[in-house]
């Protein structure tokens, strides 16, 4: 009997997307997705698995991203917001680490000066920043405050004169030991609200150490940083950036973004998983012939659809300017969640070899667990959803 070859590239439903959900994108959106999709199949995943290993960023690939020109899709290109996910998921899908240094510079960054800062700073700094002439980080998180942030900011600032004086520490800021600019977010000593500024890196007093040893995203180097007298002009000063709650306004979207990536990497682990259950035999024939496979092919298919259909309302919602907070919590709670599934469903069924970085599911399992961590832990974003539905706070 003749051994049937089977073409998994061409099988039905080969790109994941079993209820189509791309068919609610314009034709010209569809066309730009393929585009970017030709984009990353060239230049990012054939070296995702050596840069991961080696967790080092190809610098060299920033002036090709910026040939490609995602930056800002709604807010800058007049794509809808249902666009800019799918888009977001695809880089994700691709390589974690690379989607995860476009959301800090084009979501977090970006998204900081495009929603808090004056139209005149805006004029003066976007067309850099859109031309990726100049990289940005987001400078949150500290070493003593995670969810605890919008109350508990360590880093300070203090207003003398024209100038502002910067105190303090940041931890895990994507991108900042080779960025030309920090947006900071300091409590200010005189009235106590959280403000943002905007830091150029090579400022007196400014320090990036990048932080080694991780599991996760190892291609994106993350950095603690440390302030010491960085003292800048108010004209540095987000103007539109004088309370958490304006810093608020960038994390919902960027929540979204998150979420976004939680379906990427789903897809990502359904296109190894299914690849690899059809062309691996035991038993004289492929596993993917085994019920128990099959199972856990349909598992995580099952879960991205459910997070993806999740994600196109909440979309929908955002370019009709409808999202909430707590809808962007709700989905990064639960997409994050389908994800861990998943991914542990797709080193399943590559046994042993799935946790060898070579087949692509090691790091697909590993990289999950920072997504599932930031832009609110998993339990924050339950509870912030928890308190919408009972109008109770089960934290301070």
């Known amino acids: ?40 199949a060239r230049e990012v995943r054939p070296h995702a698995v050596d840069w991961w290993n080696q967790g080092v960023f190809p610098q060299e690939l920033i002036p090709k991203i910026a040939e490609l020109d995602p930056m800002s899709p709604v807010h800058r290109q007049g794509y809808s917001n249902l666009f800019a996910g799918i888009c977001h998921a695809e880089f994700t899908r691709a390589d974690a680490s690379i989607a995860t240094f476009l959301g800090v510079h084009d979501g977090l960054f970006t998204g900081s000066i495009e929603a808090l800062a004056s139209k005149e700073q805006q004029e003066e700094w976007l067309p850099d920043i859109y031309a990726m002439k100049k990289i940005g980080a987001f400078g949150l998180t500290e070493p003593l405050g995670g969810s605890d942030v919008a109350g508990g900011t360590r880093t300070t ?14 931890r895990w800021i994507g991108n900042a030991t080779f960025s030309d600019w920090v947006v900071i977010y300091a409590r200010d000593v ?18 990036s150490t990048k932080i080694e040893n991780k599991i996760a995203l190892r291609t994106v180097e993350n950095a603690d940083i440390v302030l010491e007298d960085v003292v800048i002009s108010d004209d540095f000063h987000l103007k539109g950036a004088n309370s958490f709650r304006d810093t608020n306004k960038v994390l919902k979207v960027t929540r979204l973004a998150v979420a976004w990536q939680a379906v990427g ?39 991205t659809m459910s997070s993806m259909g999740m994600m196109v309302r909440l979309s929908q919602l955002e370019d009709a300017g409808k999202a909430k907070d707590e809808q962007s919590a709700l989905a990064k709670a639960f997409t994050t969640a389908r994800m861990r599934e998943s991914v542990a469903a797709g ?32 339990e924050i974003n339950t509870l912030v959803a928890g308190r919408s539905i009972t109008g109770i706070a089960a934290f301070v």
Do not use: H
């Open 1 to 40: 009997m003749s051994k049937t070859t089977i073409d998994v590239d061409n099988l039905p439903y080969a790109d994941g997307d079993f209820y189509a959900f791309e068919e609610l994108l314009s034709d010209k959106e569809r066309a730009r997705l393929e585009e970017i999709r030709a984009w990353l």
């Open 157 to 170: 600032a203090r207003r003398d004169g024209d100038s502002w004086i910067l105190n303090g520490a940041k």
């Open 190 to 207: 005189e009235d106590n609200q959280v403000k943002g500024f905007m830091v150029d890196t090579s400022t007196p007093g400014f320090t």
């Open 265 to 303: 990497q789903q897809l990502a682990a359904f296109d190894v998983a299914r690849k690899y259950a059809v062309e691996r035999e035991q038993f004289g024939r492929p596993i993917a012939s085994f019920q128990l496979v099959q199972q856990q092919l349909v598992q995580i298919l099952g879960n």
């Open 347 to 378: 080193r399943n069924v590559l046994g042993g070899n799935g946790i060898v970085a070579d087949y692509g599911m090691a790091k697909i399992f590993s990289d999950a667990e920072a997504i599932y961590s930031y832009e609110g832990t998993q």
